[in-house]
């Protein structure tokens, strides 16, 4: 019998400049999830919230989802393959919305390595730059960002711990 730790994020060593993960599975926004962002997050613009101002008074001529909507859920799609593991996210050095997302659009996401560089104070880690790309169902890159992470060195890195012992099947 083998036992298998789904892989959640990548040590210091995972990283090559070049390397590019693809994110899976997309995420379809719907006019619930737009509507509960807006109002978790006191965002109440009427493009947002209100469809007969969108319709009327909008240049898209319909509810167009928050931006922060988009940039989270991407950033969330990215971290079981990049950030998982990380000490921490240190820093977004730009953000872009390229195209408005509408209800209903499915949006997908790759994150390429940019750079990487073992930490000068603390040799159990390191900073990862990556850049990350996401897509609506028609093919447009909608959002684009670019961050740096703190992440362990494989050696270092703390244990998965459960709060259940190891031979539950024996």
């Known amino acids: 019998m083998t036992t298998y730790d789904r892989p959640f994020g990548r040590y210091f060593e995972d990283f ?16 619930f999830d737009d509507h509960l962002f807006c109002m978790m997050t006191m965002n109440h613009h009427p493009l947002h919230v209100d469809a007969w101002f969108a319709e009327h008074d909008a240049p898209q001529g319909r509810n167009v989802v928050v931006g922060n909507l988009v940039y989270s859920l991407v950033l969330g799609m990215s971290v079981p393959d990049v950030s998982g593991s990380c000490i921490a996210n240190l820093e ?6 390229k195209f408005p997302t ?24 390191g900073v990862v730059t ?35 012992p190891d031979d539950v099947w024996d």
């Open 130 to 164: 990556v850049e990350t790309k996401a897509f609506n169902q028609r093919g447009q890159e909608i959002c684009y960002f670019r961050r740096k992470l703190m992440v362990w060195r494989r050696q270092d890195a703390p244990s998965r711990h459960r709060p259940y």
């Open 102 to 125: 509408f209800h209903g659009d499915t949006i997908y996401a790759e994150t390429r390595v940019v750079d990487k560089t073992p930490s000068s104070s603390k040799p159990d880690r």
């Open 92 to 97: 977004v050095e730009s953000l872009k919305h």
């Open 16 to 31: 090559e400049p070049g390397d590019v993960y693809r994110h899976w599975p997309g995420k379809t926004i719907t006019e």
